[in-house]
């Protein structure tokens, strides 16, 4: 079993950086590959990035690529979702989930998290 609890959500402005961490309980976590995904208000969830097991391989979704880095470190059984600048757009409750196996699909993952609130300002 893993528990996720993401964290460092928050309000900044347009242009602005912030960072999401998720942090992992439970065995073998680094074995798992993780995701990030969103959910704006009257919107369906939607990928934004992942990344596999080693950190070997990363996808992101076209609207942040560039923008976003996903990232682990393994020794904190931590995932991070870096944000720089940021847009209106990328208001939402963002999530962090697990599974063996990279996917940009939440119905696949394993193990979620509550999620995180960011909201950007214009």
């Known amino acids: 079993q893993v528990q996720l609890v993401e964290s460092g959500g928050g309000m900044v402005q347009a242009g602005e950086s912030l960072r999401l961490s998720c942090a992992a309980s439970g065995r073998a976590f680094s074995a798992y590959a993780v995701g990030w995904f969103r959910q704006a208000p009257g919107k369906e969830r939607e990928f934004v990035a992942a990344?596999?097991?080693?950190?070997?391989?990363?996808e992101y979704a076209d609207d942040v690529k560039g923008r976003f880095t996903i990232s682990r470190n393994t020794a904190v059984n931590t995932v991070y979702l870096q944000m720089n600048s940021l847009k209106p757009e990328d208001t939402a409750v963002y999530y962090c989930?697990?599974?063996?196996?990279?996917?940009?699909?939440?119905?696949?993952?394993?193990?979620r998290g509550q999620g995180t609130q960011v909201t950007v300002s214009s």
């Open positions: 990344m596999s097991w080693k950190g070997d391989f990363k």
């Open positions: 989930a697990a599974r063996f196996g990279i996917s940009r699909d939440w119905q696949e993952y394993t193990y």
